[in-house]
């Protein structure tokens, strides 16, 4: 990325050639399931602006964790690609006349059980 954005750019930006060095000092001497989990955090925000991205195009989402990532890996020819899943995010468009659920009331925890304020 860094390489990229001096190229389209048409400068060096030489904090960014300073940083790019400290990572490539830094995380080739981690051992890999320390660098995916760390991937694994980095994708989550990505995911998260993707989430919103698709609310304001009206375009529903399901987050899905809860799956089997070995499987999922395999189906998807991840391994080859020195990839592995981390989380799945469906993108549909809801039919509310074959959607029982959606005139029922959203039920949500409220916000004080869900968000701690430090003052």
């Not at 030489?14 to 760390?38: C, R, T």
């Not at 549909?92 to 004080?112: A, C, F, H, I, T």
């Amino acid at each position: 990325m860094f390489d990229l954005t001096n190229k389209i750019r048409g400068f060096e930006n030489e904090g960014w050639e300073n940083y790019s060095q400290m990572l490539l000092n830094s995380y080739p001497q981690k051992d890999a399931e320390k660098n995916f989990n760390h991937a694994a955090k980095q994708a989550y925000i990505a995911f998260s602006h993707e989430i919103i991205a698709a609310a304001y195009e009206e375009v529903d989402t399901t987050p899905i964790e809860g799956f089997d990532p070995a499987a999922v890996d395999e189906i998807l020819g991840l391994r080859e690609k020195g990839l592995r899943s981390a989380v799945l995010l469906p993108l549909g468009y809801r039919q509310e006349e074959n959607d029982w659920l959606s005139n029922l009331v959203k039920v949500r925890k409220p916000m004080k059980d869900l968000i701690s304020v430090i003052e």
